[in-house]
């Protein structure tokens, strides 16, 4: 069935039985079955065991019905539960991170930070490619060989990526990144991404609005680190969050979330994270907080820092502290305004206050491997001082990463700024002597 029709033949039916009772049985189902005795049986036997069981759930649970509606709604059910085929147990699996699919036979998935081969594949190449499918109709898109490279979502949220032949040699590839959970500062506290000095320090410096770029590989977690660090700000101030693709889950009752938006497929309409950048900073905002720059609205989001949208959060992938200075300059030197590389350098100098690097250990375990303050002034060349590092010890045979958090003096420049804020130092961090500023 072409996707044209499977969306009408969905609308239809929606009608009949409602999107989000279906959304909720599934659920349903999903708690009550085992999900490994179904993974053994094959697709025809695992339809049977579904049907049997929503019908149980249904008769239970669910409103009355007349036989029509009610076998519709079960078929409806069972095909969403089935909808992502072998994948359905690895997504019902919370400690499964990513899920990777290289061709038909070779799935591998993320569980706590490590990457592993499953025995578990689909059926032969079209079954994949059905499943690919209905996964791009739910953002009305669709893959072939003229546009071989789609990025989708999961109704829940997953981020999908989807690459096909002639691009990809070996297959179909589908790449499926589990919604980010979460995490309050304090869990990642106790999960040792950091330690509770540090903690308390980035919140005195996200309440004292000072601007913060938070950096790392990709997977390190970065997201997950601005949604934490989010938490410190008040819930008396607007929020705007701007993201590609909305990860970003504020806990704050006054936040607006903007989702850029791609290209349709003649290639119109696209609405870029720069364009929302623009667009924010006429909704007064109190804080921007940007999922990641990658381009030139790099540039917009560093004279917003500079002219009074002081506390704004962004993340950039970077392979240091250090290195996060000089893509930021890259991606500010974008922008079609030809600005001389030491005004983006002093623009960098004046906006940015700290810098989070995260990094993940050879065990997979994600943390803050660094954090650095920018401590020269205007027309300075840029300074980083160090305020925390972890140090890791030489890894033993467990393969298990331990260390520990080693912190530096203050500049004194970035106490005071505090303190006029109203904000305390933690005790573990002294101040330097150095006089900066
Ligand atoms: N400290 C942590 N402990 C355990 N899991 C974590 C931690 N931080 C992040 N994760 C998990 O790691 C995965 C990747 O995190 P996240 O999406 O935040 O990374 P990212 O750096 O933003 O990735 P990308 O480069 O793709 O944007 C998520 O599943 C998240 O829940
Ligand atoms: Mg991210």
Known sequence: MGIKNRLENGAQEEQHTGNTSVAHWRKRLLEEINLDDLARLDMAQRRARLEKVVGHILTREGPVLSTRERSILIRRIVDEALGLGVLEPLLADPNVTEIMVNGPDHVYIERSGRLSRIDLGFASEAQLYQTIDRIVAQVNRRVDES??????????????????????????????????????????????????????LLGALVRARMNIVITGGTGTGKTTFLNALSGFVSAQERIITIEDSAELQLQQEHVIKLESRPPNIEGEGAITIRDLVRNALRMRPDR??????????????????????????????????????????????????????????????????????????????????????????????????????????????????????????????????????????????????????
């Open 147 to 200: 546009s071989p490279m789609v990025d989708a979502r999961l109704p829940t949220g997953e981020r999908v990526n989807v690459i096909v032949p002639p691009l990809s040699l070996d297959g179909p590839v589908l790449t499926i990144r589990r919604f980010p959970r979460a995490f309050r500062m304090d869990e990642l506290v106790s999960l040792n991404a950091l330690d509770e000095p540090t903690a308390l």
């Open 288 to 437: 921007v907080i940007v999922g990641e720059v990658r381009g030139p609205e790099t540039l917009d989001m560093l004279q917003a820092m500079n002219t009074g949208h002081d506390g704004s959060m962004v993340t950039v992938h970077a392979n240091s502290a250090e290195d996060s200075i000089y893509r930021l300059e890259t991606l500010a030197s974008m922008s079609e305004v030809k600005i001389p590389y030491e005004a983006i350098r002093d623009q960098i100098n004046n906006a940015v206050d700290a810098i989070v690097f995260l990094d993940r250990g050879a065990d997979g375990s994600r943390r803050v491997a660094e954090v650095a303050v920018i401590s020269s002034g205007r027309r300075e060349s840029i300074r980083m001082t160090t305020i925390t590092r972890f140090e890791p010890e030489p890894i033993g045979l467990d393969r298990v990463v331990r260390g520990r958090f080693v912190h530096q003096p203050l500049p004194r420049d970035l106490v005071t700024r505090l303190m006029l804020a109203g904000e305390a130092v933690p005790g573990t961090f002294s101040v330097s002597d150095e006089e900066v500023r």
